[in-house]
């Protein structure tokens, strides 16, 4: 399965790009995970190995907002956990830029920056807390090429 991913720039960058004056965004409190053992076989890094929000794929179970698969060519995302916010940005859309082009895309998921390395979570590590794990819909759409499987973008809510 190809790789699709995109890790969005830090918030201090948003903030600062799309209200100049705002300050500079600062870390407000500390995710703390669990140990576990993780799978070092098969490339064990959380939404850089390519989730597919189908069923069958790489994702895993359905998606964590509704509770349903999603076809690869809807535009959806999941965001790394602080960005997910316990569920409060389920179903909303955000707007994703990159090379110079948007997309509107539909939060679905959560990408887990907090817990790993168990069989909930195929072994693999916690996601960085930075990601927007995009649907391939999304990267074609921005006009990106999904073998380079990271790029750097900046979104924003709707």
Not at 49 to 68: A, L, M, R, T, Y
Not at 102 to 107: G, H, I, N, P
Request: hydrophobic share 30%.
């Amino acid at each position: 399965a190809a790789v699709f991913l995109l890790v969005a720039l830090s918030t201090s960058h948003i903030a600062s790009s799309l209200r100049p004056g705002l300050g500079v965004c600062r870390a407000s409190g500390y995710l703390p995970g669990k140990s576990g053992n993780c799978e070092k076989s098969n490339d064990p890094d959380c939404c850089e190995d390519g989730k597919s929000f189908e069923k069958g794929k790489d994702g895993g179970g359905p998606s964590e907002c509704d509770n349903s698969y999603h076809s690869d060519k809807e535009l959806v995302v999941a965001l790394s956990t602080g960005w997910f916010k316990n569920m409060a940005r389920c179903g909303h859309r955000i707007k994703i830029t990159a090379n110079g082009k948007s997309v509107y895309a539909k939060v679905v998921d959560e990408c887990d920056s907090v817990y790993g390395c168990d069989a909930d979570h195929n072994y693999e590590p916690p996601c960085n807390n930075n990601i927007v794990d995009a649907s391939p819909a999304v990267w074609n759409a921005l006009g990106l090429d999904q073998n380079i499987g990271m790029e750097d973008i900046t979104w924003s809510e709707e």
